[in-house]
């Protein structure tokens, strides 16, 4: 199976964590949290990190439900990252989500920091889990 260089994008209605894999394709890492402006000052954000990545692929958390219906929220995060791959011009992969934040958040808890002040934070581990989920089952495929 070939290397593929990806970021891994949490889109929220206020922030969108961003995380990207190490050249082995093994290890995925949070590197910022973007706050939600115009959709140009997106792109051109991420665009910073898809030439200095070199990705090729963006790997996008759905928000589906509990019981694994599309709702609004994922309808919306859709739209996002169909905008994204057109205007990166790069392939978009979705990941079910559900439940990432928590999980960031119990990774969070357990190291000692602060849920209420450190938002941003969950929102770049969230999207970590995202794209080492993505990692995960390429490599078990």
């Known amino acids: 199976m070939a290397l593929v260089s990806a970021l891994g994008l949490d889109i929220g209605r206020r922030r969108i964590g961003v995380a990207g894999c190490d050249g082995t394709g093994l290890?995925?890492?949070?590197?910022?949290?973007?706050?939600?402006r115009s959709f140009q000052d997106l792109v051109a954000d991420l665009q910073h990190f898809v030439t200095?990545?070199?990705?090729?692929?963006?790997v996008v958390g759905l928000p589906l439900t509990m019981d694994g219906e599309e709702g609004f929220q994922a309808r919306q995060v859709r739209k996002v990252a169909e905008g994204l791959s057109q205007a990166l011009a790069l392939p978009v992969v979705y990941v079910d989500e559900r439940l990432?934040?928590?999980e960031a958040e119990h990774l969070m808890r357990a190291a000692g920091h602060s849920i209420v002040q450190e938002k941003a934070l969950i929102d770049r581990k969230a999207a970590a889990i995202i794209l080492q989920r993505w990692l995960d089952e390429r490599r078990s495929s």
């Open 52 to 58: 200095a990545r070199q990705a090729q692929v963006l």
């Open 27 to 36: 290890i995925a890492t949070g590197l910022t949290t973007l706050q939600r």
């Open 100 to 102: 990432s934040s928590v």
